[in-house]
């Protein structure tokens, strides 16, 4: 009787250290497997250029307004005279708005960063995307409009992204505001692919 316990045991341990092998080496092929996907995406080149529209807003003139307009013309409506887009410049809450996204904003090296590797997934995944034209913008927090895609471009609006808590957004209901924060912009353009 002593013999089969004895026995037992020595099979129980056996396939106990079998089955921990195996389960380390499905881990180990299934992360060489991932490895090797992430290794082929990293290899795809993608050039991101983000275009600070909202900057070059804020010091717009009478004498470069056109040249702007020409440059981004679907962000000016014709409906509206130039003298709307050159009063709203100095406007004081448009200021305001704009020094807000500066002091969070003041470069988007990580955006860019992020914004690159997330075009690598969407072109070896979906290689019939291309990467889009990429503008910066403030919308007066239109936050039903934080991202647009349209027909190779894509616009952020950055005073939508503050953080929950800023004051621009004290009479927007509070589970709107939670998504205000930077961290969800990649999110939000990857979930408009």
């Given at each position: 009787?002593?013999?089969?316990?004895?026995?037992?045991?020595?099979?129980?341990?056996?396939?106990?250290?079998?089955?921990k092998i195996s389960v380390l080496l499905f881990f180990l092929i299934g992360c060489?497997?991932?490895s090797k996907i992430e290794k082929e995406i990293a290899t795809i080149p993608v050039e991101i250029k983000i275009e600070r529209f909202e900057r070059l807003l804020a010091d717009v003139t009478p004498d470069n307004l056109g040249d702007l307009k020409k440059k981004y013309p679907f962000l000016f409506s014709e409906r509206y005279a130039d003298s709307l887009w050159l009063s709203r410049v100095k406007d004081t809450i448009q200021i305001e708005l704009n020094e807000e996204v500066e002091k969070k904003f003041p470069n988007l090296s990580k955006e860019k960063e992020?914004?690159?590797?997330?075009?690598q997934h969407i072109q070896y995944y979906f290689p019939e995307i291309e990467t889009p034209r990429i503008v910066t913008i403030t919308s007066d927090v239109d936050y039903h409009n934080k991202i647009v895609l349209s027909k190779g471009l894509l616009i952020i609006s950055l005073d939508t992204y503050l953080g929950k808590d800023h004051h621009f957004y004290e009479g927007i209901q509070k589970y709107f505001r939670q998504g205000f924060e930077k961290k969800y912009m990649i999110p939000n353009i990857a979930s408009m692919y």
């Open positions: 009787c002593k013999r089969d316990l004895k026995n037992c045991s020595n099979i129980s341990m056996k396939f106990t250290k079998f089955i060489s497997k991932q992020e914004l690159h590797a997330l075009f």
